[in-house]
């Protein structure tokens, strides 16, 4: 699976959009890239994915480049709940595929 | 649905004992997967289940085995603990290995190995 680099951490102010950037630039033709994201300790929470289209679901927007060599996360009205650790993967498509790698994410805190 | 559940949510051991962690997931799904969070760090996988009667390593397998027993049950044995395992243990399950499928994950268990 491809290796992804994302920033250390961030900070948005409340109410303002969120945009995690993500490089995959090794990303191959059957690979999907995944948000996920971790609030205090508890167990990861899927957000969205994609694979060369951009995504939107009712949590964010997922904005892939069109050389798929990166993504940005977009959460488009931040509250202090978003307050978390987001992980970007890249996942192969194959049913026998299990492995995929979380990096350290990036640790994006939200301002009153 | 209570989704992904993991027993016990606290451990304490000593160094040497063993243990089992189990994962019960109650959505039908086909694969399933033990990860590992150290503090300040990122999951790592440690094996995974891609359908019943099968299991595969991730990352970071040595001092771990595990069993499918079934579709919904697959848990993680350490066999002899050492502090270096002490961790945060996830389980998670997908309708199938790899993309599409999303994975959801279980509370977690908190290890500690005295």
């Known amino acids: 699976d491809a290796k992804t680099t994302q920033p250390t951490s961030m900070d948005c102010a409340e109410g303002r959009a969120a945009n995690l950037p993500c490089n995959h630039s090794?990303?191959?033709?059957?690979?999907?890239v995944y948000w996920y994201r971790q609030i205090h300790s508890q167990g990861p929470q899927y957000i969205i994915h994609?694979?060369?289209n951009n995504e939107t679901n009712e949590m964010a927007s997922l904005i892939i480049t069109e050389d798929r060599k990166s993504s940005t996360l977009i959460l488009p009205h931040a509250t202090l709940r978003d307050t978390a650790v987001y992980y970007c993967i890249v996942r192969v498509r194959d049913t026998n595929a299990g492995k995929s790698t979380f990096g350290d994410g990036t640790t994006l805190t939200v301002k009153p | 649905n209570a989704g992904v559940t993991q027993t016990p949510k606290f451990q304490v051991l000593k160094t040497g004992q063993s243990m089992t962690l189990q994962c019960a997931q109650d959505?039908?799904?086909?694969?399933m997967y033990w990860y590992r969070q150290d503090p300040g760090m990122g999951l790592r996988l440690i094996y995974y289940?891609?359908?019943?009667?099968?299991?595969d390593k991730g990352e970071v397998p040595n001092g771990y085995n595990v069993s499918r027993l079934n579709k919904r049950e697959f848990s993680l044995r350490l066999e002899s603990a050492a502090p270096s395992q002490t961790s945060v243990y996830f389980c998670?399950?997908?309708?199938?290995?790899?993309?599409?499928?999303?994975?959801?994950f279980g509370p977690g268990t908190r290890l500690t190995v005295l």
């Open positions: 994609g694979l060369k």
């Open positions: 998670a399950s997908s309708a199938l290995a790899g993309a599409p499928y999303d994975q959801f």
């Open positions: 090794t990303i191959s033709g059957n690979e999907y």
């Open positions: 289940s891609a359908s019943e009667g099968t299991t």
């Open positions: 959505m039908n799904h086909n694969s």
